[in-house]
C-alpha cells in the first residue's frame, strides 16, 4: 500500500508541470487577437477618395453647356431670341412681329412636347429651352417672316463689329434660300445688309452666322431691323437662339477676318 501511494504521489508530481506548459501556451492566444490588424483592411474605403474626384470632373463637361453665358463685351440688339415667350398665344414670339405667317399656318412657335405624359419631352423642336420657331412653305410661295426693330441701337458706333447668327435645323427646307437678314440703314440713306441662306446636307442644329465692321465717317445709324423668312412651296425648317450682337471698336480689331 505505501508503494502504491508513492506512486500515486509521484505520477502527481508529473502531472502538475504538465499542466503549467499547457496554461501558459493558452495565454500565449491572446496573440490571435492580433489577427484584428485585419481590421487595418479598412484603409480600403480609401476607395471613397476615387468617387469623390469623379464629381469635379463632371463639373466643367456639363456647366458650359448648360449655362452659355454671353460675352460681356458684346450688345445683344435683340429680345426673346430663343422665342420662349408667348404671353398671349398667338404663335408669335413676343417682342417679334409676323408678317404673311398665316399663309402656310405654321409658321409659328414649336414647343417641345411629352406625348407620352411621362414628364419627359420626346418630341424635341428646340435647341436649348423648350421653345424655337418653325417655318413651312405655301402654295403661293410668298415670304412669310418675323422680325424685330430695336429701338436702342447706340452701341453701334464707329469701328465696331456688327454679327447676326442664328441656329437652324435646315429639316427639308430649300437649300441656299435666304432665311434671315440684318438690315443697318444709315442717315445718308446708304444701307448694309447681313444675309444667312439656308445650309445643304445637315440634320441638326447648326449655326450660321455673318458679320460686318461699320463705317459711320460721315454718318450716323437711322434703324436697324431682323427677320427671318422663308418664301419656299414646300419643305419647312427650325430657327433658335438668334442673335445680334455688337462688339466695341476696340474688340473689333482683333477681328478683321470676319466675313463682311
Known sequence: ANVDFTVLRYLGEDTVPTNTPTHTPTDTLPPTQTLTPTQTFTPS?????GGPTLTPSQTPSTEPTATGTPDPSLTELLVNTGFETDVNGDKIPDGWTGSNTA??????????KDTNDDGIPDKIFAR???CAFEFKGNVTAETSKIFFKPLDFSAITNGATVTLSVYIDPR???PAAKFAQ???KFSDGTKTKLLLNIPGGLLTYTLQTNSTVIDLTGRSVASVKVDLRYNGISGKFLVDDVSLTVGSAARSS???GMAP
Open 45 to 49: 474605403p480609401t476607395i471613397t477618395p
Open 128 to 130: 436649348t429651352g423648350s
Open 172 to 174: 427639308s427646307g430649300t
Open 103 to 112: 399663309l402656310a399656318k405654321t409658321d409659328k412657335v414649336k414647343c417641345n
Open 182 to 184: 440684318a438690315n443697318i
Open 254 to 256: 482683333g477681328l478683321s
